[in-house]
């Protein structure tokens, strides 16, 4: 039996000569441990035998019969050699295939668990892009002016403190000094009414989202989102099982109507300070009518502020937030624009009653920690740092937006719409509702060009409205022209097909 196993286990090492032998020999000592090809009391080749037969140092044998010996597999008496253990009583019981919801039968069996209902839709649906940098992404400012020399002296001031409690995991609620200097900057800002207690620190918009979603629906619940809205969060409540109606937008911003009226949901999330993508304003009697409706009805409003500080001409509005005397508005926002997405720090400002929930829903799901992030953060934005780099940002943004909408201009003179470029990061370029905008940006993407198609932001396609979504926050001027005339002939050719 011994010098069987030896010659099975020479051809073996042969075929996968990149492995160390130690591996390999384990590995395969394991595998047929496993299979039951070497069953309980097999006696295993003395060391020195094998060490012969595979022609490798006697000591990596003895080594690998050591580890399977640990690891239960095998067991050596002295005097008389290793033997294999009988593990049978260890491995799972071999349960019958369950039958699925759907695809059930032979091969759906065969292939194993499956994702879930859900996790199939998310799936299906997906809209994130592994580029995030360069012409023309959206949702991404200009993360190369970050100034990083003030934030590293800032940094390394805190780690020269060492303060051991902010290596650990973060006190609900998040970094207590951020979350005061964030209660008064949104006071001054954006006229959120808070105090600290209020404010609970996340890792951006996503996450307050998700917990918000968590504490507040039950899987099933309806949720109103704008149509179109930012498929991110979308697709969050997608894979929440959230039951997500798309409710359309016109020039004064989310407009529910007849039938949606007649169906409150749970929870609404609304842009009204700049409506993704299309970038409309809602209006006060707007914002009035749908905080009444949510005090009528028992929903909750969730106030997504991405991008509001960034407006060529004229103030920010107010928020929404500002606005409500019931206390049903969550507003939630983030550095994301400010500074850079990969900073991932944001907050959440949410009613007195919430404020308990939110933090220990945060604490006890996500285990937050970054408090060496917050704690520079905090300083950041109360030394004016932040405040400094938007005043910055603001007129290099304004002018490449110019820039882009030169291009367009020069281009297509008024053949084609822009939308939605009075604030923000992006604007959109509309286009005819025959044009294929999905096939416009695949295209655009090969020959480097990055755009958002318009339609793919729309939960109902037979309302999907055509054109491109183009960030130029990250776009310098001198590369803006020649960008745009790359994705204008990918557009042309399009548009001839259609
Ligand atoms: C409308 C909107 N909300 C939220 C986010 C994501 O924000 P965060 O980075 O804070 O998670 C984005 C990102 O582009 C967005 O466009």
Redesign the pocket.
Known sequence: MSVAIGEWLQQWMQKRSGEPAYRQLYRLLRQAILEGRLGPGARLPSSRQLAADLSVARNTVLQVYEQLAVEGYVSAATGRGTFVEDISHDLPVRARPVEHRQGAGPRAAASGPRLSERGRRLMSSLGYSDRQYGAFM??VPDVSAFPARQWMRIQNRHWRMMRPELLSYAPSGGYPPLRQALSEHLGATRSVTSHAGQVVIT?????AIDVAVRLLCDVGDRVWIEEPA?W??RNLMVSQGLEVVGIPVDAQGINPRGHDLLHPPRLIIV?PSHQ?PLGMVMSLARRRRLLEYARQHGCWILE?D??SDFRYGGRPLPSLQGLDEAGLVIYA??F?KMLF?GL?V?YVVVPERLAGPFASAVAELFREGQLITQSVMADFLREGHVTSHMRKMRSRYAARRACLIESVHARYGTALRIVGDKAGLHLVLALPRTADDVAICRTAYQRGIMARPLSSYYLLPERAQKGLVLGYAGVPEADIPNAFTVLADVIDTELRKS
């Open positions: 959206a949702g890792s951006g918009i996503h996450q930012y991110g969060i842009t993704y997504d991405y991008d926002g983030s994301s997405p991932r944001g």
